[in-house]
C-alpha cells in the first residue's frame, strides 16, 4: 500500500517546466494542475530542514499512536486477543511496537506477504486497553474492546473499576493520526502529462483507505481534500492533491512522526514539496538542491 515514485523522473519534469515556462515567457499560467492553482505565496514557510525523527515520548503520546494503529489495521477477537497486520516491509514497526507494550507474540502468515502482531494474554491486554482507553476513534474497534474483551467473564476483576471511553473529540493534536496512517496512509507524486496541453499535471496526493467513513470525515476536517467511494471493495477512500492540504499534512507529520517506513516516503514526498514551491513554477530548474 505504499506509493514510491521515482526521485529522477520527478527531476526530469522539473528540468522540463523550466523550457515550458521560458517558451511561455516564463510564465505558467493556472490552472496547470490542481497542486498548482492553489495560491503559492503561502508555501514557503514549510522548513527545508528534515525534523529529527522521534519516537512518542510516554504512554500518553504511544497510547494515541497504538490507538490509530488498531482503528487502521488491528482487531480485538471474540477469542480475547488483539491482532494488528503488518505488511512484510512493516516488520520492525511490529517489533518495535512489541518492545513498548511489553506482551505479546509476531507470526509470519504462511503463504502471504504479512506478519501479526497478536496479545492474547490477560497482562497483556490490560496493558493494551490502559494504553488506548479514551484515544479509539471508530466506533467498530470500540465495540470489539466492549463487546469480545471486557465482557468476557476473564475480565469480571477489572470492569467494575474500569470506564473505558471513545475519543469523539475535534483533538488531533496527538499521535493518532501518524498511527492511523502508518497502518492505511500513502505518499503518493502523481505526473500526469495531457495531450491538450503541453505542461504537465503534478500532484501531491496523501491518501487513506478505509471502511469507516466517519473517520475519513474527521481527516477531511483537518487536511481539506476529498473523500470518493470504491463500490467494487466497498471502501472509502480520502485524498489530498492541493497544495494548501499538502502543507497542512507535512505541518502535522513534521510534530507527529511515522514510525514505520512510510517515514522515508514522508520525507521524499516533503521534498517534492519544497522543490516546487521554491522553483514557483516561474522558472524552475534543479541545481543541486536548490532552483534557480
Known sequence: DLTSFKYSLFIDTVKKLKQWSQSAGNTLKSGTSETIRNNTENLKNVSIHVPTHLKPLNDQQFGHYLAGLIDGDGHFSSQQQLVIVFHSPYVQLAYYIKSIVGFGNIKQVKDKNAYLYIISNKDGM?????????????????????NNVLSHSRYADITENLEFKINDSSDFNNHWIAGFSDADASFQIKIINRNNTPRPEIRLNFQIDQ??????????EIFGGNIGYRESENTYYYGSTS??????????????????????????????YILI????????TFNGNRCR
Open 126 to 146: 490490560l496493558r493494551i486497553i490502559n494504553l488506548i482507553n479514551g484515544k479509539l476513534r471508530t466506533i467498530n474497534k470500540f465495540n470489539q474492546v466492549i
Open 211 to 220: 471502511k469507516d467513513k466517519n473517520v475519513l470525515l474527521s481527516i477531511k
Open 243 to 272: 497544495f494548501g492540504s499538502a502543507k497542512k499534512v507535512i505541518n502535522y507529520f513534521d510534530h507527529f512522526h511515522l514510525q514505520s517506513s512510510k517515514h522515508i516516503n514522508y520525507l521524499k514526498w516533503r521534498k517534492a
Open 277 to 284: 514551491s521554491e522553483c514557483g513554477f516561474a522558472a524552475p
